[in-house]
Every structure is written in C-alpha cells, then in structure tokens.
C-alpha cells in the first residue's frame, strides 16, 4: 500500500489521492505481460521437433528420387538438351496421376502450374501434334502459363522490384487455383544474371517462401554455361551454383552423350529427401523419342557418366583404332556392334567395349 506522504507529484501521477494512486499502480501491476509474435525463431526441444514432425505424411516422389512432395527443385542442363521436354513430361505424368515408364511415382493426380517463359503458344503447339495436325490432347489439369508481355511494368504495377511483382502474381495464382505443383521454365528469363548472388538470392527467397507458406512443391529450370564435354558435371556448372544449390532441397541435370546425339542421362546432383541413387557411377540413361505427337524421355537403363562423356583423341593412333580402321576398309558398311563382336576379348566388359568403339568411329567420321 501506498503511504500518505508518497509524492506524487515525483512519480508523474498527479494531484490525485493515495488511494486512486494505489488502484493504479495495482491495475499496472495486474496487467498480463504482452505475448510477442512472429519472432524470427521457433524454440522447442529437439525430440518436440520429432513428435510434430511424425503427424506430417512422409513425402511422395513426383519423379522418382529427383524430386519429392513439398520440395524445391533444380534442373539444369545446356541449352537444347531437352530441359523443357522432361519438366513438361513430369507435368503431365503427375497431372495423370500415371509414372513415367521406367521411374517412381508416389504421389496422387493432381493439377500442376507450368510457368512457361521459353516457348510461344505456337512453339508449344508444333512440339505437341504431327506437322501441327493431330495434336496431343493434355489433361485439364495441367495448367500452362505465359508471361503477357503488356503487364511487365512492375513500377505501373506498384512494385519496386520484378521479383516482388513476380512473387505476388505467383501468390495470386496459388490462391485462385489452389494447385501445389509449380514448375518454373526458366530462372533466366527472370533473372538474366542469375549467377550474381545478389540476383539469385531475393528471388530464391521468395519462392522458399511460398513453397513453405502454401505447402508447394517447385521445380526450377536453369541453364548451364558452355562446358568441357569431357568432364563430369557437378554443381559447379549451374549458374550462381553455390547459392542457389545451398537454397534448394534437391538438383538433377540432364547430360547429352557424346556417344549418341539422341541419348542423355539424368544425374542426381544434390538431394535432401533419399540418398543419392544416381550419381555418377549410376545415370539413368535415356533416350529422346516421338512415338506420335509427343517427345518424350525414353528410359532406356543405367549406366556410368564416364561411358558418355568425350573422349579427348590423342594425336597418335591406337592399336585399337588401327584394327578399327583396317576393318572398315576391308568391310564398308560393318556396324559398330559388328566391329566390337569380332576385336572384344573380354565378354564381361563388351557393353563398355562397344561404347568405346562407337566413339572412335564417330570421331573418325567427324575428321573426315
């Protein structure tokens, strides 16, 4: 209790009397301590994290072990390797509800947004039909989406950045359809310097962001600069690769044999989901194919990325490539498989033998 002589002139109350005085000060001291939200970080045990986490469903592959439910995804590759080709099959895949032969499906139909920034409407229409007759008839659920290229003022539009813009229309579309799926074809008609960090980065965080506001699964397309054809690729090879690797969750690129214009192989880069299933010492070796009015990736097996990379000729020649040589002068017209039938002498190792007698009889064709 407040005593008589307390001044109350000192303590900024007033000319008021003891007892008002002291019924303030109780009131003051009765008021519950304001809650705090929206701090920057959840705090609770680490086994907590583990009990929250068990009600979540585990996520589902969308394809295969390259990309998982509720992850954002990365696949780059060199221009005209097919980018576009594979990321509008994984879309139509998931819109079916139906795998791609020869990889994991696990997750169930549903709509997809594909964010086309590559192709006009008559590019995609002549990549989908025969001579632009007998078209592919797509599933409704695949939503296709281009840029309006009356509406790309960001300023006009009340925004101080493209990203911010971007990001909002983004935010827009999610809500209006309430599809998870988005596919991004590509990060560099966004970002032409996507390479910069200080490009990549608002951008990222934004679609993070969103991927975790709206529980969505995202997957990026990139380009990759020109590159020494006889090296492996590595993460190193995607534009603006140490901060855009270390914001997503998984990274696959396509690779184009050397051995075969029409065959590539899919290696796993980086992932957070599963092991690394396809690295290196196991590509998933495909093969581009238009069985009608529809290009597609081919599964065609396994196989290692040294098979096909570039070989690097050597000025002098080899005994092999002079028993190649002689049988193709005494033969004209013998096959590769023939080639390697008769000089192999090592059965186990034939499959690898004839991928090697394949690129000597290329690089021999291509000196001619």
Known sequence: MLKPEFNLEKRGIGSITPAVATQHVNDMIAMPTPVRHNRLFKKQPAQQWIEDAKG??????????????????????????????????????????????????????????????????????????????????????????EIDADSTDYKKQGFDTFEDYLNDELEKDIIETGIKIIIIDNITYLKTETEQAKDALPLMKGLIELKKKYKLSIM?????????????????????????????????????????????????????????????????????????????????????????????????????EDNITQLLAAEPGITVYAIAKKLCTDESKFRSFTIKVARIVKNMDSNK
């Open 220 to 320: 990026i397309l990139a380009h990759t600069p020109k590159r020494d054809l006889s090296q492996p690729i590595t993460r190193n090879h995607l534009q603006g690769s140490k901060h855009l690797s270390n914001l997503t969750d998984s990274i696959f690129t396509i690779g184009e044999s050397q051995v075969d214009s029409k065959a590539r192989y899919l290696k796993q880069i980086k992932s957070r989901s599963s092991e690394m299933l396809y690295d290196s010492n196991n590509v998933v070796e495909c093969r581009l194919h238009q069985p009608y009015n529809f290009v597609l990736f081919e599964f065609m097996g396994f196989g290692t990325e040294n098979e096909h990379l570039k070989v690097k000729v050597k000025a002098d020649k080899s005994e092999l």
């Open 56 to 145: 979540r469903p585990i996520p589902k592959m969308l394809f295969d072990a390259f990309w998982f439910e509720g992850e954002l995804c990365i696949l780059f590759a060199e221009n005209g390797v097919g980018k576009s080709l594979l990321a509008v099959q994984i879309a139509n895949s998931i819109s079916l509800g139906l795998p791609i032969a020869g990889f994991k499906f696990e997750a169930a139909k549903q709509p997809v947004l594909y964010y086309d920034f590559e192709l006009s409407d008559k590019q995609f229409e002549g990549r989908y039909s025969i001579d632009y007759k007998n078209h592919y008839i797509f599933n409704k659920d695949l939503i296709r989406a």
